[in-house]
């Protein structure tokens, strides 16, 4: 007995493929029903908004980890040619102090179907507008609570961020240097068996000069290398999601 049912889904599937120009399924076992897509959200702010994304999707692809879907409200940009889910949740300028104060995480996690995965870069922001170490950390520990609340086995990658170049000051320097310490001793506090947070630190062998034009944001040098830091625990997460 034919499924037709089953066969109207895998034509609606193919023709969704041709659509978006991504290749057909192989067929054998991987024509087996797709489990469902992982979501995964990058958030922060300028810097998660950045080209790395592009290098991070078409890393996963190169691995074989398709069955996943970056997600969010906003859309970004071309990054070398590159053929990239673009979907992302990186706002310029952004506060993790204003995402709280505009309650503006929880919709936009709703509008992308309560992601699995969010994968952090935030902070940068609030220490060049002086914001204290501590209240930074408070900001994170609600935007958790806000993913958590989205989606009760959200799995985050968070980072401690990158460092800012000497044109920043001094006090903002030591005070990314302040934050990801504060960081390193938060993550593993918030951290739940069934809602991991995973603590990747960004700064290893990152150089400012060479890896950003404006001492701040990746630039076609550091943003693949970016993308590699994210990598291992972003793989981690995607496969410890049970779909
Ligand atoms: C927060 O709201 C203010 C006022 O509407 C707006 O200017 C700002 O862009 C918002 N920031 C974020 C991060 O949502
Ligand atoms: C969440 O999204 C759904 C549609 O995807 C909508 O019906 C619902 O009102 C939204 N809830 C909130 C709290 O925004
Ligand atoms: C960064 O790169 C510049 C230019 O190549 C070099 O002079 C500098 O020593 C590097 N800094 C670090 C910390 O590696």
Redesign the pocket.
Known sequence: MVNFRVIAALGAAVANQVVLGTPLPLPADEAAPAAAKVKVMPFGASIASGCWRAYLWQKLQDNNIKNIDFVGTQKGGDCAGIDYDRDHEGHPGAQAKEFVDNKSLPGWLNSSGNPDVILVHLGTNDVINKTPTADIIKAFSTLVDQMRAAKSSVKIVFAQILPLADRFGSVAQKGITDLNKAIAVWGPTKSTVISPITIIDTTV?W????DTDDGEHPNAVGSPKFAAKYYPATVAAIKSVST
């Open positions: 062998g150089n400012v000069t060479t």
